[in-house]
């Protein structure tokens, strides 16, 4: 099977951009900042984007380019006769699958609420009625189920066009979009009455509000937004040639990251301290909190409007991301056309992400872990505190250890071509430091998971002594 091949440097970028923005930058970075005290929860953030999410991401890129397959096919190409490395392409298929099963939903409650905006439905209700549409529209099996069908249809059928004519060629003017809409509801923001206490408790650290969980918080953020660990980024490096090294590029789209995920909260905080929104209403702030915000503002409608188009193209930029990864690993192990690989890839995750819709409404009874969680907070557990940290952990060690692909070959192919190369002198760092932190995340990420009310691994260890 012939590879594909992306048709620019700017496709690359804003293609591997869009897997990495997304839910993960626009829904769930704001909430986790509002509970884990802003401008703290920020610092730790990025000082973990820096020290973790880079080298990963170069390390992802380099497997990627090297081995020119799918993440399935990854260690077949690079591993040495006889090792077992490619046990990891089979977990990534499997997370891909994970993740999609419940981003689907969340990417079909922000193209909901954008129509609703749009049609005014939202206009002129009060603040009771308008943090109740929320609930109505979990409960509802019909719209739960059928916007996400319709996230699964649409994301399938621009795959079926193929790399530059469908992926590209949508993703990168709905990238370009998505920073224009992002520029004008931040200096929007900016206006209200509230921007100044909102910005200061997001852009200013209150080192006294750092503890273990917002470490371990802020370090689980990291891998999540750049859907690190499960290959989302190696495909991308597959579609590329070597005239560019790979830390430059990983830069750049780290850069991109960042930028949309400290937009949201500049877009996102001073709205809630101008109407007295509880900053750690958690995950459902974007979708209760900020309607009501649009509801009591000024033009609010189309203000809105605006606001949940920009969420729905953060994360339809993922899903198509992710789309493509899980097609190229099906296509890897089949041989399938891009067109059969579209149908069935489509029919599986339409199949798989039924569950996490119903979760809310018609199996709302099936409670894994606190009360009140369900069946999305299973698949995020799955993915966010398992899949993303293992998966990193395996590919660090396979890029740094001799019985893997080996830290030379890793940095032959990572500093390839013109741009900033890969430090040297980052080899004692990403070959013994590294793995130590990305086993601690996961480890202390189980401990201190709260598996029941109240309960927790940790806690109940302290309580033997």
Not at 317 to 343: D, H, P, Q, Y
Request: hydrophobic share 55%.
């Amino acid at each position: 099977m012939e590879r594909e091949r992306l048709g620019s440097r700017l496709g690359f970028i804003l293609i591997s951009a869009g897997c990495a923005i997304g839910c993960g930058n626009v829904w769930k970075f704001p909430w986790m900042a509002g509970q884990y005290g802003g401008g703290a929860f920020v610092l730790i953030y990025l000082i973990c984007l820096l020290i973790m999410g880079l080298p990963v991401m170069v390390m992802e890129f380099s497997l990627g380019r090297a081995s020119q397959a799918s993440p399935i096919g990854i260690h077949h190409k690079l591993q040495q006769p006889g090792q077992k490395w490619h046990w990891h392409g089979k977990m990534a298929l499997v997370a891909n699958f994970l993740l999609m099963m419940f981003y689907t939903s969340v990417t079909g409650w922000m193209l909901y609420y954008f129509i609703k905006f749009l049609k005014g439905d939202m206009t002129g209700i009060s603040a009771e009625a308008s943090a109740a549409g929320f609930g109505n529209m979990l409960s509802n099996p019909w719209i739960m189920v059928g916007f996400m069908a319709i996230i699964v249809v649409v994301g399938f059928a621009i795959l079926s066009f193929g790399l530059q004519k469908g992926v590209e060629r949508v993703t990168k003017p709905m990238m370009l979009i998505l920073f224009g809409l992002m520029i004008i509801l931040a200096i929007n923001s900016f206006t209200l009455d509230g921007a100044k206490e909102g910005l200061t408790f997001y852009l200013k650290p209150d080192l006294s509000k750092i503890d273990g969980n917002v470490i371990v918080g802020a370090m689980n953020q990291a891998f999540f937004t750049l859907s690190l660990g499960i290959g989302s980024m190696a495909i991308f490096g597959s579609y590329i040639g070597k005239e560019r090294s790979l830390m430059g590029e990983s830069l750049s789209i780290l850069g991109l990251d960042t930028f949309v995920a400290l937009m949201a909260g500049l877009i996102i905080f001073p709205a809630c301290f101008t109407y007295d929104i509880e900053v750690g209403a958690g995950p459902g702030l974007l979708f209760t909190s900020m309607a009501s915000v649009f509801n009591n503002m000024a033009g609010g409608r189309w203000w809105g409007s605006l606001f949940f188009l920009f969420m729905f193209f953060a994360a339809m930029s993922t899903v198509l991301a992710v789309f493509e990864n899980i097609l190229a690993m099906i296509r890897e192990v089949t041989g399938w056309s891009r067109v059969k690989g579209c149908i069935i890839s489509g029919i599986l995750v339409l199949v798989l992400s039924v569950p996490c819709a119903l979760g809310f409404n018609l199996l709302s009874g099936f409670v894994p872990f606190a009360s009140g969680s369900g069946v999305l907070d299973l698949e995020d557990f799955l993915v966010s505190n398992i899949c993303l940290p293992i998966g990193a952990l395996l590919y660090v060690l396979f890029c740094v250890s001799k019985k893997g692909w080996g830290f030379d070959n890793f940095l032959k192919e990572a500093n390839a071509g013109k741009g900033l190369k890969f430090p040297t002198w980052l080899k004692p760092y990403v070959t013994y430091v590294l793995p130590v932190i990305i086993g601690a995340i996961f480890v202390i990420g189980i401990l201190n998971f709260q598996f029941a009310d109240n309960f927790t691994i940790l806690g109940w260890i302290k309580s033997l002594f």
